[in-house]
T-cell receptor, first 116, second 117 residues
Framework: KAGVTQTPRYLIKTRGQQVTLSCSPI?????VSWYQQTPGQGLQFLFE???????NKGNFPGRFSGRQFSNSRSEMNVSTLELGDSALYLC???????????????FGPGTRLTVL | AQSVAQPEDQVNVAEGNPLTVKCTYS??????LFWYVQYPNRGLQFLLK??????LVKGSYGFEAEFNKSQTSFHLKKPSALVSDSALYFC???????????????FGTGTQLKVEL
């Protein structure tokens, strides 16, 4: 079974631009979560989508948004990029059903975003 | 709010020796705890989890973790370390306060494990 895939793997943008990152979950997984990883703040939860609906949201400004498609693929968008948005963005998928409390999440390799 | 603490930024151990990476947690209610490992330029790989049941949990690559409710700890262990175990290890707790079920993990700050010959 193929793992979680994320595209692109690397991105360089300038301040003020916007960016869209893509995540394809493991086949059969309906939950997709996004995390931001930085040296200073560590791993922080952005949001989770399940069945095309945002189920949970972390403490990030509205510039960070996401969506999920009917095939469970997900995208996240960051508008008006700031230098502090430079980070590794990780996507994770899980089954996401009623027993989601017990399910581990499987992570993709991440997208390394650099904002200049 | 749930939280986890990893008190050691780095742990050094000789190959063949046992290793322990420490994690303590703070939760309301029953804890759902996880360990992940991250190799350079890679995402996180799942090692093991504690949901309920036996306090000793066995996971991938020979790792195990001991859940201790009285000490609110969930330390990761391996009887004999390998150089290839050198990586960044994260402890995480699932946030049980999320609405409608779902996945939100709160991670510790990570512990860099270095295994030397």
């Amino acid at each position: 079974k193929a793992g979680v895939t994320q595209t692109p793997r690397y991105l360089i943008k300038t301040r003020g631009q916007q960016v869209t990152l893509s995540c394809s979950p493991i086949s059969g997984h309906r939950s997709v979560s996004w995390y931001q990883q930085t040296p200073g703040q560590g791993l922080q939860f952005l949001f989770e989508y399940f069945s095309e609906t945002q189920r949970n949201k972390g403490n990030f400004p509205g510039r960070f948004s996401g969506r999920q498609f009917s095939n469970s693929r997900s995208e996240m968008n960051v508008s008006t990029l700031e230098l502090g948005d430079s980070a590794l963005y990780l996507c994770a998928s899980s089954l996401g059903g009623p027993s989601s409390s017990y399910n581990e999440q499987f992570f993709g390799p991440g997208t390394r975003l650099t904002v200049l | 709010a749930q939280s986890v603490a990893q008190p050691e930024d780095q742990v050094n151990v000789a190959e063949g020796n046992p290793l322990t990476v420490k994690c303590t947690y703070s939760v309301s209610g029953n804890p759902y705890l996880f360990w992940y490992v991250q190799y350079p330029n890679r995402g996180l790989q799942f090692l093991l989890k504690y949901i309920t049941g036996d306090n000793l949990v066995k996971g991938s690559y020979g790792f195990e973790a001991e859940f201790n409710k009285s000490q609110t700890s969930f330390h990761l262990k391996k009887p004999s370390a390998l150089v290839s175990d050198s990586a960044l290890y994260f402890c995480a707790v699932r946030d049980i306060l999320v609405t409608g079920g779902g996945n939100k993990l709160t991670f510790g700050t990570g512990t860099q494990l270095k295994v030397e010959l």
